[in-house]
């Protein structure tokens, strides 16, 4: 186990380096550049080509490249090119409000949709199914920040309950927390959705296998045993793709951070893209992707876990 | 023997209510979109300075924006950049994709290997930021973002046709077809591709649904097809800075994003029951 | 089945404690002698002055640094003394002197607990940080300068070439704000841009990137103990955020919405400040692209602008009109009235710009692609026009980019016309940026700004600035609008004003009027009632 551990890590680090190098391409080709961001209107030549050389951004493009990936294996994320502060500073303050947000929602999704996906199977094609099933199409068909606007305007517009957009004070848990509730709710309603039809539909698959048929006209005590067994059966399919969907929820979680004006990930790659900052909007790239492939990495070590029959080789 | 199995799928879609009413939902948002010139009761992009954020009502059903714009008639013209982005970036993920997928599959050399490995690395970002990188590379557009978001699209249609294709290359007829001598592109065409068409379709499906999810959310983000051209998502990002004012701005155009995205889940989960034998018992 | 229960009470429970976690919290007004301002801007840049003049940027560095010469508080149409106790000019204006007040003493940073005293090698030092491209951002108007130090207190700075009121650039302004040698040295320039050091009444006590500025009062500030203990700068770019938190009391004035809804909207909760001086919206036809090579199809094109709908939309308290591109409040700027009486007002008149446009050969007008910022303050007045020219067949294509690739893009020389919202300190500049044929982007010898490739003003430019006579110099510079105007190169729409919300808690301790800092101004004087 140990050691199919560690051979998945060191398989993430060729995949993250050609990631970075995608990333590094991609800003670079963009038009715009982060010199002329800063001086904007007022820029001239003269300006833009002493900033240019200060920023690094006059050495060719491979230099740069070297540079950047030297940099990174000592640990090094470089420094925000227009203000000088430490991309890691920038992230340390910034990560904990998009993992609290994408954890909790995920958390919320698992905790409604798996026991809703079980209670609609064992209900199927009764009414208690059926809206279960369109509701959870609704669910998965609403753009997140759709129904963060909603909830927004219902909750904090017109009952004023939780009037607030930020994410709170620091140091102040309760605060956090309340400023945690609707975009936490905004994702994870949707997360809910997802988590429910899988559920819902791995359920049935295993309630249609034969020893739960034969439970069915066997005593109560055994039909209880069987059910957990199709129970713990039934889960296995719907962890195999909660990373999936953890991924859904990251690139959602973008758009939630700006209707609620959360600082996070989403926000800081949105302004470092305006303002062409490379330096930082890699560096969130990076993250992203780090954090993509360890939550599939940790899915995967679950998945093992429940899964009798993997085998760790 | 085939046309029966055709038939009986059909029944199936039809007695499965919640897939007939997506696919009228479905019919009715592409007349709309068709006929948005008739259908809208102003032109969207006509500019009236003396009816300026005003509220619902007889004249304007959705109300009007802060140039006088009628919303309702933003809103339906909006439907046709939605659902031509939707449909044509997975028309052309899809086609990419599952060539790449089915040539990977065939392949099993170093090329097709690389081919699934890149597949790997794309699946493994939010599709948001996938389409953002692209975006900020190439600029906006709305073939731009047919471009983006259809690229975005492609490794999942190339890792589903690659595992179809793996599964199928193996059976008797192809090895058969391949000792005969019949050309790659021929075995392809003649026996592969109609083999996965099914599943691709229903895919394509629920994957126009996600491609309009991620047109809308790009737009938020002030990445979509520019204005004037009303565009859901740039409304929605418009209006929400008038939400405690005006918040039917955003409300409307809010909900014709996700009436468009569940009549397409409706039809892809309708479809998805009719293919799935399993489910059809029952 | 068990499980499933289990479940079910969890989350339940999850719930139940957010729920509760969020109802119990209290958020009512911070009753400490905080003032917090929120800002529509993700970040700080730069708060060296040499580095960013973002609007937010200047509003810090306002509250950290002095000048040797100020703009009043709230009022920029007079000039005080700041850390100069008094200056002259030399009888040929070549030449200034500057007599530094006394026991000036700096903000504390590393090693100096106490701060240092501000002498005139800092004010030499200052120069030559904003002469090199690397330090600052105004290299190429500093470079006319050179400091030479008379005693600890005592500098002469003289002019290498002649300059339309050479002090303004020792104002708290930009490049004339002052920063100190050894700190900067002790510091260095990279840290310098987040924890500067200056000797205005706030010193930077903690940044967090994206978030905020924590600044305290400077108590050896030379004006006396700052009222206020502390502000607060919150980078909040949605506008909805700084509302919601102005609304329910988190911070105490915000940065607005220049629009006449959102004005009207405030004013019923709050009290809105809406100042000057504010930036000038115009449009700058490019001669060389066909067909606004034609004088007819340019004036043409602002015979269909009506800048009275532009106006409305934008809103009547936010903007006032503006028919030439010096405003009325500058040296050398003409008022509406006065392009009226010359005739020049291109007063909106469809029928009259179809007429035109059929003589240059348009007759059914024609296509046109444009590249335009997201930003809002240009997208709503360039969607206007959009809309308006539509109305004599010109439709204009727009391409939408983030501002970044706007100001990139429009130095690329892709625009057929160009729009610029911005503020100048003075006619010269103003003139010489935009239409000498030095500034053309791209091809000139020094490009700036001149998107129109006009070049038949370039003798009257060198021409006022070199008169002495500022009667004189003045009349040139109306010259020089009206000539633009008759040729249809500079289309001026309006100006717009700074439009800013807060509670009635704050004593600003001057009346906001014009504040060149952009930004509703705090200083010593500034307190918060109880």
């Known amino acids: ?313 | 023997m085939l046309n029966d199995l055709r038939r009986k799928q059909l029944r199936v879609f039809l007695r499965n209510r919640i897939a007939v009413v997506g696919f009228f939902l479905t019919l009715l948002l592409i007349l709309i979109a068709f006929f948005a010139g008739y259908v809208a009761p102003y032109d969207p992009n006509e500019q009236n300075v003396y009816s300026r954020l005003t509220s619902p009502d007889l004249k304007h059903w959705f109300g009007t924006d802060s140039y006088g714009r009628d919303t309702l008639s933003r809103v339906i013209h909006g439907s046709r950049i939605s659902l031509a982005v939707g449909v044509c970036s997975i028309i052309f993920g899809m086609v990419i994709g599952s060539l790449a997928g089915m040539f990977a599959a065939f392949d099993r050399g170093k090329i097709g290997n690389l081919i699934m490995r890149a597949v790997d690395v794309m699946m493994c970002f939010p599709a948001e930021i996938f389409a953002i990188l692209f975006l900020v590379m190439i600029g906006q557009g709305m073939d731009k973002l047919i471009f983006a978001i259809g690229v975005v699209m492609a490794p999942r249609f190339a890792r589903l046709s690659y595992g179809t294709t793996l599964s199928i290359r193996e059976r008797e007829y192809i090895e058969a077809a391949r000792a005969l001598g019949a050309k790659r592109p021929r075995i392809v065409l003649k026996h592969i591709f109609p083999n996965i068409l099914g599943e691709i379709l229903v895919m394509c499906s629920l994957w126009t649904a996600t491609a309009i999810r991620v047109e809308a959310n790009l737009s938020f983000l002030g990445m979509g097809v520019p204005p004037p051209t009303a565009t859901w998502g740039n409304m929605v990002r418009t209006g929400v800075s008038q939400l405690t004012n005006a918040p039917w701005l955003s409300i409307f155009p809010g909900l014709a994003i996700m009436v468009a995205v569940l009549a397409f889940n409706l039809i892809g989960d309708g479809l998805r029951d009719v293919m799935d034998p399993k489910l059809q018992q029952g | 089945m068990e499980k499933y229960y289990k479940l079910r009470s969890l989350a339940v429970l999850f719930i139940a404690v957010l729920m509760i976690a969020g109802l119990s919290q209290d958020v009512g007004a911070a009753k400490d002698n905080i003032l917090r301002i929120a800002f529509d801007s993700g970040d700080t840049k730069s708060m060296d002055p040499g580095r960013s003049f973002g609007t937010q940027d200047m509003a810090l560095q306002d509250m950290i640094f002095n000048g040797l010469l100020r703009y009043k508080p709230g009022d920029i149409s007079v000039i005080e003394t700041d850390l100069a106790e008094r200056y002259e000019v030399s009888g040929d204006g070549m030449a200034m002197t500057f007599y530094l007040r006394k026991g000036v003493m700096s903000h504390p940073f590393k090693g100096y607990p106490d701060g240092i005293e501000l002498t005139t090698e800092d004010i030499a030092y200052n120069i030559k940080k904003n002469q090199d491209p690397k330090t600052s951002t105004y290299s190429s108007t500093y470079m006319n300068f050179e400091a030479e130090i008379i005693d600890k207190y005592t500098i002469k700075i003289k002019l290498k070439e002649r300059m339309v009121q050479p002090e303004l650039f020792f104002t708290d302004y930009r490049g004339g704000f002052v920063i100190l040698k050894k700190a900067f040295e002790t510091i260095g320039a990279l840290r310098h841009n987040t924890s500067p050091v200056g000797t205005g009444p706030f010193k930077v006590d903690k940044y967090i990137p994206g978030q905020k500025v924590i600044l305290k009062a400077h108590d050896k500030y030379f004006r006396g103990k700052p009222k206020l203990d502390a502000v607060e700068a919150l980078f909040m770019p949605d506008i909805n955020a700084r509302e919601f938190a102005l609304r329910k009391g988190e911070i105490d004035v915000m940065e607005g919405m220049r629009e006449q809804p959102w004005i009207e909207k405030m004013k019923k909760v709050s009290i809105v400040e809406i100042f000057g001086p504010g930036e000038i919206n115009h449009l700058n036809f490019n001669v060389s692209r066909k067909p606004f090579d034609n004088k007819k199809v340019r004036q043409a094109l602002m015979y269909a602008t009506s800048r009275d709908e532009l106006l409305t939309f934008v809103g009547a308290d936010a903007a006032d009109p503006m028919c030439s591109i010096i405003p009325p409040f500058m040296k050398g700027g003409l008022s509406c009235d006065d392009i009226a009486k010359k005739g020049l007002l291109y007063k909106h008149d469809i029928e009259k710009a179809k007429k035109l446009l059929a003589e240059a050969g348009y007759p059914n007008g024609f296509d046109v692609e444009e590249t335009i910022t997201e930003r809002l303050s240009y997208r709503r007045s360039m969607e206007n026009i959009q809309a308006q020219w539509k109305k004599v067949g010109v439709n204009i294509k727009l391409n939408v980019v983030d501002h970044a690739t706007y100001h990139t893009k429009i130095r690329q020389d892709v625009n057929p016309f160009t729009m610029y919202i911005c503020m100048r300190p003075n006619a010269d500049i103003f003139l010489s940026w935009f239409f000498h044929s030095d500034a053309i982007v791209v091809s000139g010898k020094r490009p700036v700004t001149n998107f129109s490739h006009y070049t038949l003003v370039d003798d009257l430019i060198i021409k006022a600035r070199n008169e002495t006579d500022s009667a004189k110099q003045e009349e040139i510079w109306r010259q020089i609008q009206t000539k633009l105007l008759e040729d249809g190169i500079n289309y001026p729409m309006y100006v717009l004003k700074f439009v800013f919300a807060r509670n009635d808690r704050i004593d600003w301790g001057f009346e906001q009027k014009a504040v060149l800092a952009l930004y509703t101004q705090i200083n010593e004087q500034t307190s918060l009632k109880k």
């Open chain 1, 1 to 313: 186990m140990i050691k199919y551990s560690i051979r998945r890590i060191l398989l993430t680090i060729p995949l993250l380096l050609v990631v970075l190098s995608m990333v590094f391409v991609f800003v670079r080709l963009a038009p715009g550049d982060p010199a002329m961001a800063m001086l904007g209107q007022y820029a001239t030549q003269e300006g833009l080509d002493a900033l240019r050389k200060q920023m690094g951004l006059d050495a060719p493009m491979w230099l740069q490249y070297l540079r950047f990936l030297g940099d990174l294996l000592r640990g090094d994320l470089g420094v925000s090119m227009l203000n000088g502060v430490p991309v890691v500073d920038q992230l340390r303050v910034v990560l904990p409000y998009t993992l609290e947000l994408t954890v909790s929602a995920m958390v919320l999704g698992v905790l409604l949709g798996v026991p809703m996906g079980v209670y609609t199977a064992l209900r199927r094609n009764r009414s208690a199914d059926y809206s279960g099933r369109v509701v959870s199409l609704v669910g998965i068909s609403i753009p997140s920040f759709f129904l963060g606007i909603l909830l927004l305007y219902v909750f904090s517009v017109r009952m004023d309950l939780f009037p607030v957009l930020g994410a709170g004070r620091d140091g102040d848990l309760g605060d956090r927390l309340y400023h945690l509730v609707l975009p936490t709710l905004s994702l994870g309603l949707i997360m809910t959705s997802y988590i429910m039809r899988m559920t819902r539909s791995s359920m049935l698959n295993v309630l249609n296998e034969d020893f739960v048929r034969t439970a069915k006209s066997k005593g109560l005590q055994e039909r209880i045993v069987v059910y957990k067994h199709a129970f713990m059966n039934a889960l296995i399919p719907v962890v195999s793709v909660l990373g999936i969907y953890f991924i859904i929820n990251l690139g959602s979680s973008i758009m939630t951070e700006i209707v609620f004006s959360r600082p996070g990930l989403g926000k800081l790659m949105v302004l470092a893209m305006k303002q062409r900052d490379y330096v930082v909007l890699q560096s969130v790239m990076v993250i992203y992707a780090t954090l993509a492939i360890f939550i599939n990495l940790f899915v995967d070590l679950i998945y093992g876990l429940i899964d009798p029959r993997i085998k760790y080789g």
